[in-house]
């Protein structure tokens, strides 16, 4: 008897070591859109529209190199709205650290944007800073400055999205 009650609780104990604890995994939301439309609520992305952005480059700030390109996606709603699509690729530098379990980064990029005048073209060059929050539980997009006027703020359940005005 005294082997059978020592043999269950062997099982039970390494049942309860294997088990999954999704708590330990980090939940990451890194991803956010950047939106651009003009004072009348045109797209600005859409470069079949006339006084639109006809090409975008993104460069890191603080990249290994002047010329660090970072990549991005241009895509479009089921409404047809252009939106850049960001989700990694430029360094980010420690802004602080609370606490070995609480920190915060920013991530700096130059936002080239070329439409034409003319018989000629323009070139806007913005920055975009990106702030993230980290712990060990969780690493998200906190803020996002757009030439240094705070554009977003993360709240609970809202998604990271990004509507410049031009």
Avoid at 7 to 21: E, M, Y
Wanted: with cysteine; hydrophobic share 35%.
């Amino acid at each position: 008897m005294k082997n059978v009650v020592f043999g269950i609780l062997v099982i039970f104990f390494a049942l309860l070591s294997c088990r999954s604890d999704e708590d330990s995994l980090q939940k990451i939301d890194q991803l956010f859109n950047l939106y651009m439309k003009n004072s009348a609520g045109q797209d600005l992305l859409n470069s079949k529209k006339s006084g639109s952005y006809t090409a975008i480059s993104m460069n890191d700030v603080n990249g290994t190199t002047d010329v660090a390109p970072v990549t991005f996606s241009l895509k479009m709603t089921t409404d047809s709205i252009y939106y850049i699509e960001y989700l990694a690729g430029a360094k980010r530098i420690t802004l602080d650290s609370i606490s070995p379990e609480d920190r915060t980064y920013q991530s700096e990029v130059t936002v080239s944007l070329t439409k034409p005048v003319g018989d000629s073209t323009e070139v806007t060059v913005d920055r975009l800073k990106i702030q993230y929050h980290w712990t060990p539980s969780l690493f998200e997009v906190s803020k996002v400055y757009y030439n240094d006027q705070l554009q977003f703020t993360k709240e609970p359940n809202v998604p990271n999205v990004v509507t410049i005005v031009k």
